[in-house]
């Protein structure tokens, strides 16, 4: 997977005397290649940075620092990477999720948050896939939520739009978008894996014929 980093400019700070839970904030932050300063809890009022990492218990009862807890680590990578967007509210673009797939042997993903690229990674298995994106869907907060899937291999794509109409709660936005010219664009890519991401990110930026994809929940 690609980390990719709208946040390098923002100052981030890490409050806690739990060893267990400074390891798991720091070696996070370490993977996203964000810079952090180690405070005290009783320093968190005090901070001049733009977020804090503490735990629930170490957290100042009123605070208007911006605060994430231990908790968030019941998240993925990439939804914690939204969170973080999100608390920071950086002046993005509306408040939109956009899955872009690639279908294939090798699944490609590309997802954006509020106009940023936060994740571009690939996918061996189709039911794997399936539950990574439900995990980013469900944890992210959006006015609209779009999956764009390239019509290279429809059989591919109806199969990850059965999964994931059986396994989501919530709806989405569904568009199969033409591929016909992506593959032109990253045809000197042959790395493994890179053309696939490469081409989900092309699709994810395209317009494709539009279904609004109810829960079976609902719709019965």
Known sequence: ???????????????TT????????????????L???????????DYTGHLIFTTREESPKKCEK????????????TVIRGMMMQKLNFDFEEEIL????????????????????????????VEDFVFHIIQILGGLRAKRK????????????????SMLNLKFCSSFELEFV???????????FNQRGKRDMLSAKYISQRDGFRFSILPLSITG
């Not at 904030?25 to 996203?32: A, C, H, I, R």
């Not at 911006?66 to 990578?77: K, Q």
């Not at 042997?105 to 990674?121: D, H, M």
């Open 1 to 15: 997977m690609s980390h990719i980093n709208p946040l390098l400019k923002t100052r981030i700070g890490i409050a």
């Open 18 to 33: 739990y060893g267990k839970h400074y390891y798991r904030f720091s070696t996070y932050l370490k993977t996203l290649d």
């Open 35 to 45: 810079s952090f300063d180690s405070i005290l809890p009783e320093e968190i009022t």
């Open 66 to 77: 911006l605060l994430l807890y231990e908790d968030i680590f019941e998240h993925h990578s």
């Open 98 to 125: 956009i899955l872009g797939i690639d279908p294939g042997q090798r699944i490609g993903l590309s997802v954006f948050y509020y106009g940023q690229e936060i994740e571009s990674s690939f996918h061996l298995s």
């Open 146 to 161: 779009i999956i764009k899937i390239g019509n290279g291999n429809m059989e591919i794509a109806k199969q990850i739009v």
């Open 178 to 188: 033409d591929e016909h010219k992506t593959s032109l664009k990253i045809k000197n």
